[in-house]
C-alpha cells in the first residue's frame, strides 16, 4: 500500500518534471551532447593546459557567449511583443567601431614585434558599447514614440547597419593587432573563459530585475496587452524604450566579444544572420513569440543547443553542403515538440493509456 | 457629371500626341547639341580615345577576404589609370545580388560587363539577357558552369585545379621519404565555390596516388577567419592529436585556423604543417612568424589584364577564352624575402 503511493508520487513529481516548461529544451540539449559523445569518446573530456580548461565543452561555452548575450537582450523585447531584426548588424557596428578605433599597427622594431593602440582600450571599448546602445535606442524611439511596428521599426537598422559597419571599416577587413583586447574573446578567468563571466553578469543582472523588482511584471504585462497596461498605470513607452536599448546594448558588447575572438572586424560577415540565430535560440527555450511570457534560462539552453547543433556537425563530419539541412531538420524536431497541438496529443495519449489500465 | 469627364479625355488625346512630338523634338535637339559637343571635345582632345569613354560593369563576389579586397583595389586602380569608366557593385557574397547587379548593368547598356561569380552554376538566364542586349561578358578569378561557352567571352583568372595540385606536391616533397600515415584536416571554401572545388580536387588528384596521405577531416569555414577557427577548433577536439596538415582554402581560414591551433597548446607550423592559398599579407605574416609553412599563391592584381581585355572586347577584336594570371609558390622560407614587395 505503501509502496504503491510511493511510486504514485515518484509518476507525478516525473509527470511534473516533463510538463516544466524547461524540460523539452534541455532534453534536446542532453541529447545532442550524447551525440557528440558517441561519435567523439573525448567529447566530454576537460583537461587543463597553460592555466585554463581546455575541451569540448568549453569550446561551445565559449562559441555560445555571443549569441547567449545577443538572445538575452532579444529576451525582454520578445516578452513586449516585439522583435529586434536588427542585432546582426549592430554587432557588425560594435565590431567595426572597436577595430577601427583600437586598431593597432604592428611595428617590427629590431625584429621584434610591438604593437600599439589607436586609442585607449577603454575608450574604444566605450564607444562601440555607446554605439550599441544608441542602435537600440533609435529600435526603441521608433517602436515605442514613432509607433511603428518592431520588424518594420528595426528592419531599417538591419538593411543600413551593415552599411554602416562598411562605411567604418572602408569596407576591408580590419585586423586588430592590439594584444589586450583579445582577453576579452579569447582570454581566461579561472580557467574558464572570460566571456562566459560576462553572459553570466548579464543573465545575473536580468534575473534579478526580473525577479527583484517589479519590471518583469511590467514586462509580461506590456506583451500580454500593451493598452490595458497603460491604464494600469505602467509606463508602456518608457519601459519599450529602455527594453530596446538593453537589446542594442547587449548586441554591442556581443559584437566586442565576436571582433576579439577573431582579431579583427568584418563588416559583411560580423553577425550575419545572428538576428535569426537569436530569435530562434528565445524560440527554443519556451519563449513565446506572442509576448506575454518569457524565460531567460530557457534563452541560455536555446543559445547553447545552436552552438551545439553548430558544433556537432563539424565534429561528426556531416558534409558540408548537408549542413545547414541537419540543422534545419533538429531545429524542425524540436519546434514542433514544443507546439501547443503536439502537447496535447501526448498529453490525451497519455490519459487514454492510463484510462485503459 | 460623367460628360465632361469624357470630354476631357477626348480633349487630351492630341495634347499627349503634341506633348510627345515636342519632346521628340526637344529630344532630337539634345542629341544633335550632344554629338556636337562630343565631336568639339574630339576636335579639341586632338584625336585623344578619351570622347567616347569604355563603361565597365563590374560585379564583385564581396569584401570576404583580404585576397578579394586587393582585387577589387586592383580592378578600380586599373580602371582609373586605363580611363574606363568603371560602375561597381559589391554582391556580400550573395548570388541573387550579383545577378541583380549584372541585371542593372545590362539596362544601363554599360559597354562590357565583368563579374566574379559567387558560385559556379545557375549564371545561365542573366548571361543569355546580356547576350541577347549584346553585351560581351568577361569572367575574372572565377569560372562558371554553363552549356553553351559563348555566353561569356574570356575568363582572366586563376587556374585553381593547378593550385589544388601545387598544394599537393608541396605536401609530397615535404613529406619525401617519411612513412605515414600522415593526417590531413581539410578547411573548405564556400560550398559549391570555384575556387573550393578545384582546390579540394587538385588535392586529390595529387595524394589519391600516395595512400600515406588521407583526408581524416573536411568541412567549409566559408574562407572566413570566424569559419576557419570555429571549424578547426572542433577539429581539434574530435580528431585530438591525429591531424598532421591542416590545408586551408585560404590564408584567412588558415589564419583562423593557426588561432585555433595555437588555443590548443600546439605549434602551428610544426606540430600541425599549415597548407594555404592566396598569399596574401596575413599569410606571409603567419609564413615569417613560422606559423604558415607554405601559401600557393593566386593573384588578385588582374585589373590591368581586365582593363586591356575590355577594350579589346568593346573594340570588337579577339580575346582568348581563357586567360591565366601569373603564379608562384611561396614556402615559408622564401616569405620574409619577397614580403616587401607584395602588394596585397
Given at each position: 500500500?505503501?509502496?504503491?503511493?510511493?511510486?504514485?508520487?515518484?509518476?507525478?513529481?516525473?509527470?511534473?518534471?516533463?510538463?516544466?516548461?524547461?524540460?523539452?529544451?534541455?532534453?534536446?540539449?542532453?541529447?545532442?551532447?550524447?551525440?557528440?559523445?558517441?561519435?567523439?569518446?573525448?567529447?566530454?573530456?576537460?583537461?587543463?593546459?597553460?592555466?585554463?580548461?581546455?575541451?569540448?565543452?568549453?569550446?561551445?561555452?565559449?562559441?555560445?557567449?555571443?549569441?547567449?548575450?545577443?538572445?538575452?537582450?532579444?529576451?525582454?523585447?520578445?516578452?513586449?511583443?516585439?522583435?529586434?531584426?536588427?542585432?546582426?548588424?549592430?554587432?557588425?557596428?560594435?565590431?567595426?567601431?572597436?577595430?577601427?578605433?583600437?586598431?593597432?599597427?604592428?611595428?617590427?622594431?629590431?625584429?621584434?614585434?610591438?604593437?600599439?593602440?589607436?586609442?585607449?582600450?577603454?575608450?574604444?571599448?566605450?564607444?562601440?558599447?555607446?554605439?550599441?546602445?544608441?542602435?537600440?535606442?533609435?529600435?526603441?524611439?521608433?517602436?515605442?514614440?514613432?509607433?511603428?511596428?518592431?520588424?518594420?521599426?528595426?528592419?531599417?537598422?538591419?538593411?543600413?547597419?551593415?552599411?554602416?559597419?562598411?562605411?567604418?571599416?572602408?569596407?576591408?577587413?580590419?585586423?586588430?593587432?592590439?594584444?589586450?583586447?583579445?582577453?576579452?574573446?579569447?582570454?581566461?578567468?579561472?580557467?574558464?573563459?572570460?566571456?562566459?563571466?560576462?553572459?553570466?553578469?548579464?543573465?545575473?543582472?536580468?534575473?534579478?530585475?526580473?525577479?527583484?523588482?517589479?519590471?518583469?511584471?511590467?514586462?509580461?504585462?506590456?506583451?500580454?496587452?500593451?493598452?490595458?497596461?497603460?491604464?494600469?498605470?505602467?509606463?508602456?513607452?518608457?519601459?519599450?524604450?529602455?527594453?530596446?536599448?538593453?537589446?542594442?546594448?547587449?548586441?554591442?558588447?556581443?559584437?566586442?566579444?565576436?571582433?576579439?575572438?577573431?582579431?579583427?572586424?568584418?563588416?559583411?560577415?560580423?553577425?550575419?544572420?545572428?538576428?535569426?540565430?537569436?530569435?530562434?535560440?528565445?524560440?527554443?527555450?519556451?519563449?513565446?513569440?506572442?509576448?506575454?511570457?518569457?524565460?531567460?534560462?530557457?534563452?541560455?539552453?536555446?543559445?547553447?543547443?545552436?552552438?551545439?547543433?553548430?558544433?556537432?556537425?563539424?565534429?561528426?563530419?556531416?558534409?558540408?553542403?548537408?549542413?545547414?539541412?541537419?540543422?534545419?531538420?533538429?531545429?524542425?524536431?524540436?519546434?514542433?515538440?514544443?507546439?501547443?497541438?503536439?502537447?496535447?496529443?501526448?498529453?490525451?495519449?497519455?490519459?487514454?493509456?492510463?484510462?485503459?489500465? | 457629371?460623367?460628360?465632361?469627364?469624357?470630354?476631357?479625355q477626348i480633349s487630351a488625346g492630341p495634347t499627349y500626341i503634341q506633348l510627345e512630338s515636342k519632346m521628340m523634338q526637344k529630344s532630337k535637339r539634345n542629341v544633335l547639341a550632344a554629338l556636337m559637343i562630343a565631336a568639339g571635345v574630339v576636335l579639341c582632345s586632338a584625336g585623344a580615345q578619351a570622347a567616347d569613354k569604355l563603361v565597365l560593369g563590374f560585379a564583385q563576389v564581396g569584401a570576404e577576404s583580404e585576397w578579394r579586397t586587393a582585387n577589387t583595389e586592383s580592378v578600380k586602380s586599373s580602371a582609373k589609370e586605363a580611363?574606363?569608366?568603371?560602375?561597381?557593385?559589391?554582391?556580400?557574397?550573395?548570388?541573387?545580388?550579383?545577378?541583380?547587379?549584372?541585371?542593372?548593368?545590362?539596362?544601363?547598356?554599360?559597354?562590357?560587363?565583368?563579374?566574379?561569380?559567387?558560385?559556379?552554376?545557375?549564371?545561365?538566364?542573366?548571361?543569355?539577357?546580356?547576350?541577347?542586349?549584346?553585351?560581351?561578358?568577361?569572367?575574372?578569378?572565377?569560372?562558371?558552369?554553363?552549356?553553351?561557352?559563348?555566353?561569356?567571352?574570356?575568363?582572366?583568372?586563376?587556374?585553381?585545379?593547378?593550385?589544388?595540385?601545387?598544394?599537393?606536391?608541396?605536401?609530397?616533397?615535404?613529406?619525401?621519404?617519411?612513412?605515414?600515415?600522415?593526417?590531413?584536416?581539410?578547411?573548405?571554401?564556400?560550398?559549391?565555390?570555384?575556387?573550393?572545388?578545384?582546390?579540394?580536387?587538385?588535392?586529390?588528384?595529387?595524394?589519391?596516388?600516395?595512400?600515406?596521405?588521407?583526408?581524416?577531416?573536411?568541412?567549409?569555414?566559408?574562407?572566413?577567419?570566424?569559419?576557419?577557427?570555429?571549424?578547426?577548433?572542433?577539429?581539434?577536439?574530435?580528431?585530438?592529436?591525429?591531424?598532421?596538415?591542416?590545408?586551408?582554402?585560404?590564408?584567412?581560414?588558415?589564419i583562423g585556423a593557426i588561432q585555433a591551433i595555437e588555443e590548443a597548446g600546439l605549434k602551428p607550423g610544426k606540430d600541425i604543417i599549415v597548407v594555404s592559398f592566396d598569399a596574401t599579407k596575413g599569410g606571409f605574416q603567419a609564413m615569417m612568424a613560422g606559423k604558415m609553412n607554405v601559401s600557393v599563391e593566386c593573384s588578385p592584381l588582374l585589373g590591368p589584364q581586365l582593363m586591356e581585355t575590355a577594350k579589346l572586347v568593346a573594340a570588337g577584336k579577339p580575346v582568348p577564352k581563357r586567360i591565366v594570371t601569373k603564379e608562384t609558390?611561396?614556402?615559408?622560407?622564401?616569405?620574409?624575402?619577397?614580403?616587401?614587395?607584395?602588394?596585397?
Open positions: 500500500m505503501n509502496q504503491t503511493s510511493n511510486t504514485g508520487g515518484m509518476r507525478a513529481r516525473g509527470a511534473a518534471l516533463a510538463r516544466h516548461p524547461l524540460f523539452l529544451p534541455l532534453l534536446a540539449l542532453v541529447a545532442l551532447l550524447l551525440l557528440n559523445r558517441a561519435f567523439n569518446p573525448h567529447f566530454f573530456q576537460i583537461v587543463n593546459q597553460d592555466g585554463h580548461w581546455f575541451g569540448s565543452l568549453i569550446d561551445i561555452l565559449n562559441r555560445a557567449s555571443p549569441l547567449a548575450l545577443v538572445a538575452l537582450g532579444m529576451t525582454p523585447v520578445i516578452a513586449t511583443r516585439g522583435v529586434d531584426v536588427s542585432v546582426g548588424a549592430v554587432v557588425a557596428i560594435s565590431a567595426a567601431t572597436a577595430a577601427v578605433l583600437i586598431g593597432g599597427q604592428m611595428h617590427i622594431v629590431n625584429g621584434v614585434e610591438t604593437y600599439a593602440s589607436n586609442v585607449p582600450m577603454s575608450v574604444a571599448i566605450l564607444a562601440a558599447l555607446g554605439v550599441g546602445l544608441l542602435c537600440g535606442l533609435w529600435n526603441g524611439t521608433l517602436v515605442a514614440w514613432v509607433g511603428m511596428q518592431p520588424i518594420i521599426a528595426t528592419l531599417i537598422l538591419m538593411v543600413a547597419g551593415r552599411g554602416i559597419a562598411q562605411l567604418l571599416t572602408a569596407g576591408q577587413i580590419v585586423t586588430i593587432y592590439y594584444q589586450p583586447y583579445f582577453y576579452l574573446g579569447a582570454g581566461y578567468l579561472f580557467g574558464l573563459p572570460f566571456a562566459v563571466y560576462l553572459v553570466a553578469a548579464v543573465l545575473g543582472l536580468l534575473w534579478w530585475l526580473m525577479k527583484h523588482t517589479a519590471l518583469g511584471l511590467f514586462i509580461t504585462a506590456i506583451g500580454i496587452n500593451p493598452v490595458a497596461s497603460g491604464f494600469a498605470g505602467i509606463k508602456a513607452r518608457t519601459i519599450t524604450l529602455c527594453v530596446y536599448a538593453f537589446c542594442g546594448l547587449s548586441a554591442g558588447l556581443a559584437g566586442l566579444l565576436i571582433s576579439s575572438n577573431v582579431k579583427s572586424a568584418d563588416g559583411n560577415n560580423a553577425g550575419l544572420l545572428m538576428e535569426l540565430d537569436a530569435i530562434l535560440a528565445v524560440t527554443l527555450g519556451g519563449t513565446s513569440l506572442g509576448g506575454g511570457h518569457f524565460s531567460l534560462i530557457g534563452t541560455l539552453i536555446g543559445a547553447l543547443i545552436i552552438q551545439t547543433l553548430t558544433y556537432t556537425t563539424y565534429s561528426i563530419g556531416v558534409p558540408p553542403e548537408a549542413n545547414l539541412v541537419v540543422k534545419a531538420i533538429v531545429v524542425f524536431v524540436v519546434c514542433v515538440t514544443q507546439s501547443d497541438v503536439v502537447k496535447k496529443l501526448v498529453i490525451r495519449e497519455r490519459m487514454t493509456l492510463e484510462g485503459g489500465r | 457629371m460623367a460628360s465632361p469627364n469624357r470630354m476631357h580611363g574606363v569608366e568603371l560602375k561597381f557593385s559589391d554582391a556580400q557574397q550573395k548570388q541573387e545580388n550579383q545577378i541583380k547587379a549584372i541585371r542593372s548593368y545590362i539596362a544601363q547598356k554599360v559597354d562590357v560587363i565583368a563579374f566574379s561569380p559567387v558560385v559556379e552554376s545557375g549564371w545561365e538566364p542573366v548571361l543569355r539577357e546580356a547576350k541577347a542586349a549584346k553585351i560581351p561578358v568577361i569572367l575574372t578569378d572565377r569560372a562558371v558552369k554553363v552549356s553553351d561557352d559563348s555566353l561569356y567571352t574570356s575568363f582572366i583568372g586563376s587556374d585553381f585545379l593547378e593550385e589544388g595540385r601545387r598544394g599537393g606536391r608541396w605536401l609530397a616533397d615535404h613529406y619525401k621519404g617519411v612513412t605515414g600515415p600522415i593526417a590531413i584536416a581539410e578547411l573548405q571554401g564556400t560550398v559549391g565555390s570555384a575556387p573550393a572545388i578545384d582546390r579540394h580536387n587538385g588535392l586529390i588528384e595529387v595524394i589519391k596516388s600516395d595512400d600515406r596521405f588521407k583526408i581524416i577531416a573536411s568541412q567549409s569555414g566559408d574562407f572566413t577567419r570566424a569559419g576557419g577557427k570555429q571549424v578547426m577548433e572542433a577539429f581539434l577536439k574530435s580528431h585530438a592529436k591525429e591531424i598532421n596538415v591542416v590545408y586551408a582554402h585560404n590564408d584567412d581560414m588558415a609558390v611561396y614556402p615559408m622560407e622564401t616569405a620574409a624575402a619577397a614580403f616587401p614587395s607584395r602588394k596585397y
